[in-house]
């Protein structure tokens, strides 16, 4: 029955699989949608949808293979911006409400949607288009009997209906992460191997090994699986990241709450990494990063989230650190270098929006690191690229 609605989410572009897709049948055998379209709307996202950025997408998609409706994107956002500041509305009169004619909901939505397509620029005032502060039954903040409310508030509280934007507004895959996010993506990490005790039942190869003893039973055993992966997360603080703290919180939060690394160790910085980093800033208590360097293998990753924000002095300069009690002997970009190598799986994640990425003390600190924005789709990019990299 809903065939034709499988292909037709695949050619729009959400990568529904035929497993996904069984599921989904299994669970309308089991009447978990409850007979209802409300239903199977919302058991189809929650079987088929696999990220909440294409949540807009799959809005789409269902209005129009199962109301006929092309939703066009850009029309909507377009006439909601029309009908923006609206002009406030002249007093009518009795005798003028009166000879405004009251439109019966079909006759309503049939003149909307003709308006929707013949419409191409704002009006105010007026007694026909979809505006803002008149007598006509499409907009808002104007005067008629019956009609339908697009955006704005309720005034008269006499709208039959109210259309305004999609209930699913664009998950957007730019924005900034909370704590669940992050989580899911530094899952991506995961490297399982085996090793230690052999104390876990391997069951092919138990059956494998008794076959060839012609029944007679042999159990073999073999080290459980567990992920290898160890975290080195640096993060700048202080300064100009200070608009980020929340965000880096949130970031280290995540990290520290996760129980699939081998090992996370997290330090603090101010600008850049020189001769110290810290595990508590504002005691100045830390280590020495040669020590770190020293004491952790070339298997950790590496994550640094700063906003690469600073005079280039304090990069390329001894003694260049904004601190002026620092006075570190080496440049803050040979530190950069020397974690780049200890640690080739490195990736710098930055906050700043990329229009402000073209200042010099980024442009050299991107030409250490392979630099990606701390959004959704920066820390998932940043990811696949960890994973790619040889040891």
Not at 96 to 120: C, G, P, S, T, Y
Not at 159 to 165: F, K, L, S
Not at 235 to 252: A, I, K, N, Q
Request: proline fraction near 5%.
């Amino acid at each position: 029955m809903f065939i034709d609605f499988f292909f037709y989410l695949r050619r729009r572009g959400l990568k529904v699989s035929i497993t996904e897709w069984m599921t989904l049948m299994e669970a309308l055998a089991a009447d978990l949608h409850h007979s209802s379209l409300i239903g199977f709307y919302h058991l189809c996202r929650a079987v088929c949808v696999k990220r909440e950025s294409q949540f807009d997408l799959y809005d789409q998609c269902f209005s129009e293979h199962f109301q006929g409706v092309e939703a066009d994107v850009a029309d909507i956002d377009k006439v909601l911006d029309w009908l923006r500041d609206p002009i406030m509305p002249r007093e009518l009169t009795p005798e003028e409400l009166a000879m405004l004619e009251a439109l019966d909901l079909d006759e309503l939505r049939r003149q909307f949607e003709e308006r929707l397509a013949e419409q191409d620029e704002r009006h105010d005032g007026g007694n026909r288009w979809i505006g803002t502060g008149g007598t006509s039954p499409f907009g808002h903040s104007g005067s008629h009997p019956t009609g339908v409310r697009v955006g704005g508030a309720g005034g008269n509280r006499s709208a039959m209906q109210v259309a305004t934007e999609r209930r699913f507004r664009n998950l957007r895959s730019d924005v900034t992460l909370d704590v669940r996010q992050i989580g899911v993506a530094l899952k991506q990490l995961r490297r399982f191997a085996r090793d230690g005790r052999p104390d876990e039942l391997d069951l092919d190869e138990t059956i494998d090994q008794t076959a060839r003893n012609a029944g007679d039973i042999e159990l073999v055993f073999q080290p459980q699986r567990k992920n290898t992966v160890k975290l080195l997360l640096l993060m700048d603080v202080g300064g100009s990241m200070t608009p980020y703290t929340r965000l880096c919180e949130r970031l280290f939060s995540a990290a520290h709450a996760a129980t699939h690394f081998k090992a996370f160790k997290p330090y603090y910085f101010h600008n850049c990494p020189y001769d110290s980093l810290y595990t508590d800033m504002h005691r100045y208590e830390g280590e020495s990063t040669e020590q770190v360097l020293r004491d952790l293998d070339r298997q950790w990753f590496c994550v640094i989230v700063g906003d690469a924000a600073m005079s280039p002095y304090e990069l390329t300069a001894p003694g260049g650190a904004v601190d002026y009690y620092q006075n570190n002997p080496v440049p803050g970009i040979t530190w950069l270098h020397r974690i780049r190598d200890r640690f080739p799986r490195s990736v710098w994640l930055n906050p700043e929006p990329l229009r402000y990425w073209n200042i010099t003390s980024t442009q050299l600190i991107r030409g250490v690191f392979d630099m990606f924005p701390l959004t959704l789709e920066g820390l998932e990019s940043s990811i696949s690229h960890l994973r790619q990299v040889p040891v």
